[in-house]
Every structure is written in C-alpha cells, then in structure tokens.
C-alpha cells in the first residue's frame, strides 16, 4: 500500500508517516531516470492524494512533481488509457487544492489531452467519469485554453449515454457536475444535452446510494443547467433526492446544505416562471428547512452570504446578513443606457442597483418599477442565446417576486444600431411612451411563445418571456403597478 493510499483510507498522518514521506520524496530526483510510465503515474497520483489530505506542505513536493512532470512529455507515447486517466485526474486534484499550475504542468496537461481523443474507445466509465470530472476542475482553474481540451471532452461526451448503466453513484454525480461546472466556465459542447438526458433517469432509482456531497452536487448541477433540463424533470428528480435531508440530516455539513438551498430556489424560481405552474409546497418546505438549519451560522465567503440572503428574501424571512456584491458595467450596458437618456431626457435612470439585498441590476427605471437587464453569454447554457441558465433564472424571479418588471435583452441583439432602436422603442412601448423615429417594430416580432427562445424571437420581458410587439398595451397611471405578464417554460 502506498502512502498516498494510506492516507487516503483515513489513517491518521503520524510524525512517522510524515518522517517516511519527507524522505522519500528527495529519492524521486536522485532515480528519475528509472521510472517508467507507470511509476510516473502512480508517484503523481500519489502526490496528489497526499496534497488533497492534508500534506501540502511536505518538504520536497514541490521538487518532485518538478522532476516528474518533463518526464510526462518523454514517456507520453507509452501512457495506457488507465494512466492518462489517473494523471489527469491527479493533476487536476492538485490545482483544485492551490498549487499554481507551472509551464511544466501546462505543458504535461496539454501532452495528455490528445490521448483522450485516441483513446476514448478504450476508457473503462468510471475512467470517463474521472476524465470528465478531471477537466472541468482544469477548466475552473484557468485552464480553459488548454490545447485540446474541448476535442476531448467532446469525444468523451460520445460515451456517456453508452455507458450510462455501468456508471457508479459517484460517476453520476461527478459526471452531472463537470458537465454543469464545463458549461458554468463557457465550455459548451453539443454532446452535454445528450449525455445530461441520459443520465438523469439514472439517479431516482439509486437515491438512497448518493451520499449527502453526492446529493447536493446533483441538486446544484441540474440547477446550474437551467432550462436545459425540464421542469418535469427537475421537480421530480428533487423531491425524491430532497427526502435524503430529512431522512439523515445530521450527515450533511454547512457546504451541502448551502449548496442543495440554492439548488431548491433554483427549481422554486422555474416554477415561479411557468405558465400554469402550480407552487410547489413541498420544495418550500425543503427550501425553509435548509435555511432554518443555517441560521445559526456565519458564513465568511461572499457567495454563502448571497444564497442565504436570497433564500429568506424568497420566504419572506428576516436576514440578518447584508451581503456584498460586485458591480461591472458592460459596454452594451453603458451603450444601452446612453441611448436611453439620449432618447428621453428626463427619464431616470439608474445603474447596478441593488433592490432589496439582491444581486445588482444592470438598469433600473424607478419610476416606472422597471429593471432591464443585458443577458451575455454567461446567462446561458449554450453558446447560441437560447437556454438560459439557472443563475439568472433565480434572479429573475426574485426580481419580479419582488414587484418588479424584468425585460431581459441578450446582448447579440445590441450589435447595430438599428437593433438598439428597435430595443429602445420596445422598452418605450412597456412605458406606454409613443415611440418617435422609425415609429413601427419589425414585423418578424411576433406574440410571445410558451416554449424556448428561438432565433426568431428579440428581447425577454415579464416571466421571461420575450418582449413582443403589443397591440394594446395596457394603460399606465402616473403611479407604477403590476403589469400582466407571459409566462414560459
């Protein structure tokens, strides 16, 4: 048994394990000329385990993963499928526990990844499932232009849906997390769909085997996918995962429940959204439940804060946490804004306003209880503005639970400035301001749909739905009221 694997069954690092690795770890430089590809693989795979329990700071880590990352290059022809999986693996366990990638590191990542493609034919699931997991950790910490990163995690993709019923509790949850996480860092790839739509149906029938990490990584990844799941789906798949927090609730930690809250409002807000949704009480309750049980904590990170906020605005509960948030404005933002002063003079308006303990908005309308916001990619799942994802989902709801009214405009229908006329008129035309200029919509503007946004369809308003040319709009009073709004899927 090796040391990595020593501690990694949770024996406890006595003064003579630590003195044994000290040790050891200066004899990995004296004999690197004798190691072959499985020696590598099984000295940084160890390294990683050592790091990831605890061991950091032991003398001579550095060197040696120094020493043996070149040899990655030398030896990479002689790499099995199980030693390109381990090494991946390893190496993204250690930048997820801080060590700050060296161009030896980058250069070894970017040897392997073309192995992935070669021989995604021959990787076992739970060698897809430590792959896939492998490079959205690469992928969150920076490493997104990884020379062949994408053509493997496409080629990857490929497997899943074959494999789906050899994959383990674990793989599962892995598996749904890289890809929410892949795609929460912009790394879209057609295959996620697929392989998303075959695993899901896989979890209710082994609930009771996802452990509480498993569960809440579930709960936050179909959350993060938004409206690339259905509602259906997700409302079911929570519920029957839900009842694991009741049934043992003392085997979730703080980390957990934070992020199965935000998964649960997640699932409450596209609810909140649906045409003809009906509220769903049980999800509430689980939702009060977890935030009940945080009460009596103190988060010191900014998110934690943010989702605990958010959660007691959504229950109408006190919160004694004044969260912070940070404010960027966009060039479209500044743009759109602009236009609009230019336009109407005497219109107020404000920028990164944060309404009532919420996440900033991009523009706000204080007289008329309106909030604009420009959607940009990272307010979607995939790369072509039509499935928007479960962060802004959240805080659309939020918003209009709120009271206010929320036209969401993605940001590729800001690129001209005839677009950005169109826009403005759109938004004067939800003012119930007659429209100068041009005067009249594109006639391709149609009534607003219950289904996904199309390549047809212009700006989002209300429910999030898309803002459609009215015939009559409904009269506005001096006084801001609720306005009636479309809802969608």
Known sequence: MGHGETVDNGREQTPGLKKAVASLLPRVNAQKDQFNAQDITSLVWAIAKLVDNGQEQASGLNEAMATLLPLVKVLRD?????HIANLLWAMAKLVDNGQAPTPEFNEAVARLLPHVNAMKDEFIPQQIANLLWAMAKLVDNGQQQAPGLKKAVAALLTHVHANKANFTPQGIANLLWAMAKLVENGEWTPGVKEAVAALLPCVPPQKDQFDPQHIANLLWAMAKLGELVELHVVTSTFESLLCRFSDNPQLFQQDDIVMSLWGVMVCCARLSLAPNAIKNSVLEKHMDDLLTRLENTSPDNEK????????AIWLGRACPIIPHY???????QADLRNQLQSRMPSLKIEQEKSLNSLPPVDLLLPDHNMVIEI???SHYVSNDFKITNGSTLLKIA???KSGFEVIEIPVNQLCSQNSMKLCIDQIKARMDIPPQGHGCVSPDIGPVEETNVTADKKWQSSNHGYLAAEENPEKQTDKPQKRKRKKRQ
């Not at 934690?304 to 959660?311: K, N, Y």
């Open 78 to 82: 002689q790499f099995i499928p199980q």
């Open 326 to 332: 940070r404010t960027t404005i966009s060039k479209p």
């Open 304 to 311: 934690d804060q943010q989702i605990i906020t958010m959660a």
């Open 398 to 400: 939020l918003l209009q």
């Open 375 to 377: 959607q940009g990619p």
